[in-house]
Nanobody, 123 residues
Framework: QVQLVESGGGLVQAGGSLSLSCAAS????????MAWFRQGSGKEREFVAA????????VYLDSVKGRFTIPRDNAKNTVYLQMNSLKPEDTAVYYC????????????????WGQGTQVTVSS
């Protein structure tokens, strides 16, 4: 069992930056692929980014490439989502997720989820 707790959401103006954190507890953090998803109001949950166990491989949603990064610190059992050049369309609840499978963009591939943190980008 893995428990995930997100933090760092908030309100930011367009063009600004925000950094989300996801702290994991429970089983060995480094054994899990970690990912961020988001869900806007009235929309389906959408893949944002994922990172491999060692951090050597990551993938991103096309619309966030070059603006978002997903570093992880296995010593701190934490994965981050650094978001720059934010746009109003980035507004959503952001969820952290963990999987023992390979890096994947499908929500069903992830076994554990955090409670989510709200990110609001004003124009």
């Amino acid at each position: 069992q893995v428990q995930l707790v997100e933090s760092g959401g908030g309100l930011v103006q367009a063009g600004g930056s925000l950094s989300l954190s996801c702290a994991a507890s429970g089983r060995t953090f480094s054994a899990y692929v970690m990912a961020w998803f988001r869900q806007g109001s009235g929309k389906e949950r959408e893949f944002v980014a994922a990172i491999s166990w060692t951090g050597g491989y990551s993938v991103y949603l096309d619309s966030v490439k070059g603006r978002f990064t997903i570093p992880r610190d296995n010593a701190k059992n934490t994965v981050y989502l650094q978001m720059n050049s934010l746009k109003p369309e980035d507004t959503a609840v952001y969820y952290c997720a963990a999987s023992q499978k390979v890096v994947h963009s499908t929500p069903s591939a992830y076994d554990y989820w955090g409670q989510g943190t709200q990110v609001t980008v004003s124009s």
